[in-house]
C-alpha cells in the first residue's frame, strides 16, 4: 500500500489511545488496516505486560466521581509504578476517563469487562501498559450511595473520599465538601462506634489493659478504666465522633446538625495511595 498519512495515524491514536510512532508502526505492519493495527498495538501490550508482571504499582492517581443526580459515587485508584508516570497528564486523563466509565458500573467485574475505546478495559489496562511501559492495575473500586454524596479529591490525586448524607439541605455541597476533607485528613476506621468491627474493640480493650497494668493499677478496674479508653478511641477514629477539623470546639455531627437538625451522614469511602 501507499505511504500511511498523520490523519490515519491520528484516526488510531484515537481509535486506540496509544502513542504516535506506536500507531505509525503498527499501521506499516498491517498495511493499512486498522482492525489488524489495534491487534499488533494489544500483542504489544501483552508483551509489555508480561514482563512487568511481578512489578509493584503502588503509584497511580485515586479519583472520585458524582452522578448528575448525586445519589451516586465512585472512587476508584488507576497504579502504576512510579510516581512519573502518575503525574502525567495523559495517565491522569486516563484515570479520569475510567473513573467516568465505573461511575456507571456496579462492580469491579463488570467495570474491568465494560467497554472503552472498542476494547474492555481489562484490555485497555494491557494495551496502555505496552504504550507507557509500566504495570498498569486498577487498584480500587468502592461505590456509594445515598440521598445526596459529596467527593474530595486531595491535591496530587493520593487521597479522594466520599461522603454520603441523608438528604440535601441548603449548604449542602459545602458541608459534603467539607465531611469528604474531614475523612481525607483524619482517615476514620468507620462511620460510628457500630461500625467498627469487633476484632478491632477486643484488640483496643486488650492494649488498655496491659497499660494499665504496667501502670500498677488493680485488675479489678482495668475492665472499667479500659471501657472508657475505648470511648476515646472511638471519638478519634470514627467519624461522627471526630472534632471537626475547621473547628475542634464541636464534632463532625454536631458539625452537620448545625447546618440542619435532620441531615445525617450516612456513610463514606476513603482511597489513598500506599
Not at 477539623?245 to 450516612?266: A, R
Request: hydrophobic share 40%; charged share 30%.
Amino acid at each position: 500500500m501507499g505511504k500511511i498519512t498523520a490523519a490515519e495515524v491520528n484516526k488510531l491514536r484515537k481509535m486506540s489511545g496509544a502513542g504516535i510512532m506506536d500507531c505509525k508502526n503498527a499501521l506499516v505492519e498491517s498495511e493499512g488496516d486498522f482492525e489488524l493495527a489495534i491487534e499488533i498495538l494489544r500483542k504489544k501490550g501483552q508483551k509489555v505486560a508480561a514482563k512487568r508482571a511481578e512489578r509493584e504499582s503502588s503509584e497511580g492517581a485515586v479519583i472520585a466521581k458524582v452522578n448528575s443526580s448525586f445519589s451516586a459515587g465512585i472512587i476508584i485508584s488507576l497504579n502504576c509504578e512510579t510516581d512519573f508516570v502518575a503525574k502525567n497528564d495523559g495517565f491522569v486523563s486516563l484515570a479520569n476517563e475510567l473513573a467516568e466509565l465505573a461511575l456507571e458500573c456496579n462492580s469491579l467485574e463488570e467495570f474491568l469487562n465494560s467497554k472503552v475505546d472498542s476494547m474492555t478495559v481489562k484490555e485497555k489496562l494491557v494495551q496502555q501498559t505496552g504504550v507507557i511501559g509500566e504495570k498498569l492495575v486498577i487498584g480500587s473500586f468502592e461505590k456509594l450511595s445515598a440521598p445526596y454524596i459529596g467527593k474530595y479529591i486531595h491535591a496530587g490525586n493520593k487521597i479522594a473520599t466520599l461522603s454520603g448524607f441523608s438528604c440535601s439541605v441548603d449548604g449542602i455541597e459545602e458541608v459534603a465538601k467539607n465531611i469528604s476533607m474531614q475523612a481525607a485528613a483524619m482517615n476514620p476506621i468507620a462511620l460510628d462506634e457500630s461500625g467498627v468491627d469487633q476484632s478491632v474493640i477486643d484488640k483496643e480493650i486488650e492494649i488498655a489493659k496491659d497499660q494499665l497494668r504496667q501502670e500498677g493499677k488493680p485488675e479489678a478496674m482495668l475492665e472499667n478504666i479500659a471501657k472508657g479508653k475505648l470511648k476515646r478511641f472511638f471519638k478519634d477514629n470514627t467519624l461522627v465522633n471526630q472534632d471537626y477539623i475547621k473547628d475542634n470546639k464541636q464534632s463532625v455531627s454536631g458539625y452537620v446538625k448545625s447546618i440542619d437538625t435532620d441531615l445525617k451522614i450516612t456513610g463514606f469511602k476513603r482511597v489513598a495511595l500506599g
